[in-house]
């Protein structure tokens, strides 16, 4: 099993960029595709991007291609989502998971607890 907890979540204007880390523990990153999704108010669950074992493939959603980047970094055991030109309809709880290489969340058996990301006008 692995634990996952996001960090790095916060206010910013439109226009700016976070980053968000996923810190694991528990067993090693690199048994594990990892996966960023976020979720809106009355909203349900959206993938934003994900990223193979290794970092060999990446893969993200339309509506963030060109502006998120996802990472890892499996010495650390963490995964990152860098967000730039971050827009209102950004706002979301974003959680990182650990599966396998999917876009749904049902390929994916952990999750953290999430971090708020508010984007203001």
């Known amino acids: 099993q692995v634990q996952l907890v996001e960090s790095g979540g916060g206010l910013v204007q439109a226009g700016g960029s976070l980053r968000l880390s996923c810190a694991a523990s528990?067993?090693?990153?690199?048994?594990?595709?990892m996966a960023w999704f976020r979720q809106a108010p009355g909203k349900e669950r959206e993938f934003v991007a994900r990223?193979?074992?290794?970092?060999?493939?990446?893969n993200a959603a339309d509506s963030v291609k060109g502006r998120f980047t996802i990472s890892r970094d499996n010495a650390k055991n963490t995964a990152f989502l860098q967000m730039d030109s971050l827009k209102p309809e950004d706002t979301a709880v974003y959680y990182c998971?650990?599966?396998?290489?999917?876009?749904?969340?049902?390929?994916?058996?952990?999750w953290g607890q999430g971090t708020q990301v508010t984007v203001s006008s």
């Open positions: 990223i193979s074992r290794y970092g060999t493939f990446t």
């Open positions: 998971a650990a599966g396998t290489y999917s876009n749904d969340p049902t390929g994916y058996d952990y």
């Open positions: 528990g067993r090693a990153l690199s048994s594990y595709a």
